[in-house]
């Protein structure tokens, strides 16, 4: 059994998404396999509010960060810098600055050169494949997150206000499991909750 979630760091939605995911893999031994999503890549060309393009720039260096973390030691190093990067951004409430990024890297006990990455355009290239491969797994253009239950198809979500208590956490992933087994199934959606 595994899950893997496609994730902008920048995105508060999905860092609640990703913190409830972990919580129900770590808690029932199932496997996250962390890929990258990116919400600069999915909106360009796009009229968006300028405080939204500037977020998403900032975020493209984060996910360059994030990729040269994969690429030198692998999934794990995903997971601790994403965590320690999405609680200073989304818990912490600081802004997504290379001083960010480096003091993330120190609590994930990650090299610190790993920053250099933030300002190489190479690894726009991981992170556009990861991209297009979440993408292509909901079949169309969604935004952040991007979840898939074992090998079936991605939707996007879940997404949620909080983190759900364990009970309703294990629940709502079991539903996306049920549902990712019904080919036909494309969409469930209700108003969107305010972030608590």
Known sequence: ????????????????????????????GESVTWRFMS??????????PERL????????????????AEERFGQPA??????????????????LTPD????ALDEAGLPSDL????EDAAFDVPVGESHRLGQSRVGTE???PVTAIDDGPGFFGPVVASVPPADEADRLIEAMRLLSTVPVFSEVKRERAPLS
């Not at 393009?53 to 040269?68: G, Y």
């Open 39 to 48: 919400l600069a890549i999915l909106n360009e060309g796009k009229d968006i």
């Open 142 to 144: 969604s935004g952040s």
């Open 1 to 28: 059994m595994s899950i893997t979630l496609w994730f902008d760091p920048i995105c508060p939605f999905t860092w609640r998404t990703s913190r409830l995911v972990r919580d129900v893999a770590t808690r029932r």
């Open 115 to 118: 920053l250099l990455a933030a």
């Open 78 to 95: 995903v997971d601790r810098l994403y965590t320690a990067l999405g609680h200073r951004v989304h818990v912490l409430d600081e802004d």
């Open 53 to 68: 393009h500037k977020a998403h720039q900032k975020s493209r260096a984060a996910l360059r960060v994030l990729a040269a």
């Open 100 to 103: 960010t990024l480096a003091v």
